[in-house]
């Protein structure tokens, strides 16, 4: 008989075990490559973020976004949208697919979304967070999770939000330790992300400047954040969720993911659609930045899986030797 396992911490009543997850990331984050980086020891899977308005129309995008398969659980559905009450009407038909969780995005810098008041745009104003975050905890069964910044520049109110999200229901608050003005430059500040730790008591998971192995540890150890969240850290390295930084990767297991990745890309999105959406993938798996852009320019022409896969091979074995 096994021994039972002790989750790391809760979401409201869900169990996580493990303290690295992949963070959901706009154009990434899709069902390839997020199985991926689960079965390599990712806790729990966050889905690419999905506009409301997407969900109420009668839009196929959602439902691809929003794939995912019972091997992924826990799944984290992740939605945006600057109306409340849209923000419920699409909760309570997501709802429906079965996810584990739903997350509010009240982090997301593009100006696109932010200037019309969601991801980040949603921080300045924290009655509006209040009003969604006591509409969903009421309404839903699955539990409701933010994910924030650190507000922007003329108004870091994380703390504030971050107590908001606690009082109104929220069962888990993750920070990205940059405001909107940021972006991804400069540095995480880890000490706010500490903050907000010592400021709630729901589970918090802290993001910003995660590369290596040794950084998982020292931003638990130094923000006592009860999971860390790898965002751009994790696409030239999903190795990371098995404890590997990308130079132990042995070749081996590279080509074994690349292989893997490939062919869910196929399967997922169909031949053409497959390729050209996994090459990002190889560029970065590769370490092909180092190449000549004519070189990378090789490799990002189409060409059918099989000639692909070969040609990775040999370019990969050429860089190793």
């Not at 096994?2 to 984050?29: K, Q």
């Not at 100006?111 to 009655?127: E, F, N, Q, W, Y």
């Not at 330790?177 to 991804?184: A, D, V």
């Amino acid at each position: 008989m096994t021994e039972a396992r002790t989750p790391n911490f809760l979401v409201r009543d869900i169990p996580i075990y493990g303290d690295t997850l992949l963070a959901p990331m706009d154009g990434y984050s899709d069902w390839p490559f997020r199985s991926i980086c689960r079965a390599l020891g990712s806790a729990m899977s966050y889905t690419e973020f999905v506009k409301v308005e997407k969900i109420l129309s009668r839009s196929k995008e959602p439902a691809k976004r929003l794939y995912y398969e019972e091997a992924e659980r826990p799944v984290t559905f992740q939605i945006y949208g600057d109306d409340p009450d849209l923000i419920l009407k699409a909760a309570l038909i997501v709802e429906k697919w079965k996810p584990d969780i739903i997350d509010i995005n009240m982090g997301c810098p593009a100006k696109s979304i932010a200037d019309r008041g969601a991801g980040v745009g949603m921080m300045p104003s924290p009655l509006r967070i209040a009003r969604t975050f006591r509409s969903l905890v009421k309404s839903l069964k699955v539990p409701v999770t933010g994910k924030i910044r650190l507000g922007w520049d003329k108004n870091k109110n994380y703390k504030l939000i971050a107590r908001i999200v606690e009082e109104e229901g929220g069962s888990l608050i993750a920070v990205h330790g940059r405001t909107k003005e940021q972006r991804y430059s400069g540095d995480a500040d880890w000490d706010a992300i500490a903050e907000v730790k010592s400021t709630v008591r729901i589970p918090v998971t802290g993001s910003g400047d995660v590369r290596s192995v040794v950084d998982i540890q020292r931003m638990k150890q130094h923000t006592h954040c009860d999971a860390v969240m790898i965002g751009r850290g994790a696409i030239a390295n999903p190795w990371i969720f098995a404890g590997y930084d990308r130079e132990q990767v042995p070749h081996e297991l590279v080509m074994e993911t690349i292989h893997e990745h490939l062919a869910k890309s196929v399967q997922f999105y169909g031949e053409e659609d497959g390729q050209r959406l996994f090459r990002k993938y190889a560029v970065q798996y590769l370490l092909l930045r180092t190449l000549d852009r004519n070189a990378r320019k090789e490799i990002l022409k189409e060409r059918p899986s099989g000639e692909f896969l070969e040609m990775l091979n040999q370019v990969y074995v050429t860089m190793e030797n």
